[in-house]
């Protein structure tokens, strides 16, 4: 099982849990993050981290988040690895409770 990143976390790109992954599984891009899944080892530690809840168990995926398990997969074979915190965007908080964000995630 791996986790996934979801829509929650697009505009905002918190980094908080990529501090917390002793695999260093997640992989950034220009507005959001993704987790490998052939990297991930179900550790949960990343979880808790996210301060927009954007991180699920991928058997505890809402279904209207599905479709973000193939993109974690495609994206982190394209996107570089992040292992160190950045800070988010200015306007994050902004966007922490916009719903339906899938059209402002850039590749």
Known sequence: MTYVVTESC?????TDCVEVCPVDCFHVGPN???IDPD??????LCEP???VNAIYAEDDLPEDQQKFLEL???L???WPVITEQKPHFEDA???EEIKDK???LER
């Open 93 to 95: 908080k902004d966007w």
């Open 32 to 34: 959001f993050l993704v």
């Open 49 to 51: 981290e996210c301060p």
């Open 72 to 74: 974690n997969a495609e």
């Open 10 to 14: 697009i505009r905002c790109r918190y």
């Open 102 to 104: 899938f059209e402002h």
């Open 76 to 78: 982190s074979a394209e």
């Open 39 to 44: 990297e991930c080892i179900d550790c949960s």
